[in-house]
Structure formats: C-alpha cells, structure tokens
C-alpha cells in the first residue's frame, strides 16, 4: 500500500470514528471512539510526515471518498452496531464492542482462552446453518416436486424435475456461500494484513489504542494500557489480540470458502432427497402420499430443532414450519394443476 492511500485511509477512519462517536453521544464510548479519531489523525499525521519527506504531497484538506461518505451517512441514520462488519472493514476500531457476546469486563488472559470461546460459537453457528440448510433444501425441492406432480402423472416427469431441483439448488447453494465467504474471508485478511503493518510502524500507537479499548470495557485506565505493553511484547500474540480487540475477528477461524461450499451443498442435497426418495423406488398415487408424509415429518422435526435457537416450545416450532411448509407445497401443487389443465 502506497503511503497516500495509507493516509487518506487513516483520514477517512478519523472521519468515521467521529460519526460513531456523536452516535454515543453521552455514553461511555463516545469518549474511547474520540481517542480513537485523534490517534488515526496522528497516524495520518505520521504518513504525512514521509510523504512530504519523499518530496510527495497531500491535499490541503481530506474529502471523504464515495463509500466513506456512504457508510458515514448510513451509521448516522442507523447507528454503528447494524454496520460494525461495514466500520471494521473501513479501519474504524473497537467494532467487537458491538458483538452479540460483548463481555464489557472480560479480557482476554491467552489467545488459547479466546479459541476455545469461538470455536463453541462456531460450532453453534455450524448446526444452525446446518438445519436452515437442510429445511431450504426440503422446501423448495417438495414444492417443486409437488406443482409438477399437480401438472402431470407421468412419473419420469416427476423424477427429473426432483433431480433437477437436488442439484441445482445445491449447486446455487454452494456456489453462493463459496462467494460469500471467499469474500469475507480475503476482506478480513486484508484487515489482519493492516494491523500487521501498523504494529510494524506504530506500534506505540497501536499499544495506546488497544488500552483504550480495554478502558471502555471497565478496566483502570493504569491497568489497560499495562496490559497493552505486555501483549505488544509479542508480535504473534499482539496481532492475535488486536484482530479480535480491534477488529472484532478471530484469525484463526477465517472460514473455509471451500468448506462451507461442501457444507451447504450436502445440507441442502439431503433436505431435497427427502421428498425425491419414493419417486426413485416407486411411481403413482402411493409415492406421493409417501412424499408428503415424509415431507411433513421432517418439516416438523426441522422446526423443533431450530426452537433449540428460538428458545421457543418445540411442539410450537415443529407445527409453525409443517404449516409453513404445507402451505407452500399446497400452493405449487394447485398452480401446477392450474397449469397442466390450461397447457392440456
């Protein structure tokens, strides 16, 4: 990175931590998001400094760019905690005060302490995608194979487009998740690689604002900025502790773009087999009924699992997603006999 744009970055986070903070007006993060825009403006004093040295220049006032203005625009109307993934993305710190599990006493002892914190979420967030996987795959499969047995009886017909529907829903499936976390994954390398760099040119500054992260979570001022020095010691350990202090992110579970493409792809396929299954070994009025029992049974099972993240009574879950499901399929199947009458 070119030392302008590592100014005009250090300027655009200054620009934005301001934002943030008249958004926290009167709590106790307005103060830490106000140090944190001075230290991005002496940061970008410091860039100034070699550029000017280098016989470059800088313009004599910062203009946000487009996306910069954007994001500011949205976090005024909107506030930072919707945007915080958008903030961190743009070099505006201290985002993990924002996470759904935001222990405003707790820091981290070892980096060891941290993983084992994670990788329980991770394995949550896995059995959850897991289940909303499995349910799209159901859903959208037997709905399909439902109009197509209300438009025609001809049982290859029925087979195709149940096979047709497997794979290209999980294909999509996969495909989209390959994308979505190939993206997320280099952007929050690209984060990692940034603190990386400025641990190297700064890393009294870096030290200063990962104290005053600590100092908004409930530590002494005295204290926080100790534990800081300590954890600076160790570059490995420091860049650890920043990525998930500043930016909110665990270096070591980036995601798998490759992984959570097979993940979806598998989750989908066996939610869409479910109603395929008595089609491939049978034709007629009786696989129908056999795919619709099917079918109903795993919609309710699927619905009183998620209520293991609802929180909800499991009987209650089970019931809403058979009635959502069955609707859905009722639907398709009439449209399809709509279709088969009018095209016959």
Known sequence: MDDLKSWQEEKGSAHLYRIVAEQEAGTARQGLFIELAREAEKQAGIWEKKIREAGGA????????LRTSIVGGLVKKMGPRPLRSVLAAMKVRGMSLYSAADPRHFVPESASGM???HRGLASGGNLRAAVFGVNDGLVSNASLIFGVVGATSDSKMILLAGVAGLLAGAFSMAAGEYVSVRSQREMYEYQIGLERDELEQYPEEEASELAMIY???GIPEGEAQKMANVILVDPTRALDTLAREELGLNPSE?????GAASFSFVAFALGAVLPLLPFLFGAGTASLYISVGLTAGALFGVGALLSLFTGRQALRGGLRMLVIGGVAG???FLIGKLLGVSLG
Do not use: C, Q
Request: net charge positive; proline share 14%; no cysteine.
């Open 254 to 258: 980036l995601g798998s773009p490759w």
């Open 330 to 332: 009722l639907l398709t």
């Open 115 to 117: 993983e084992r914190r």
């Open 215 to 217: 100092v908004a979570r």
């Open 58 to 65: 800088v313009p004599e006032r910062f203009s946000p760019d």
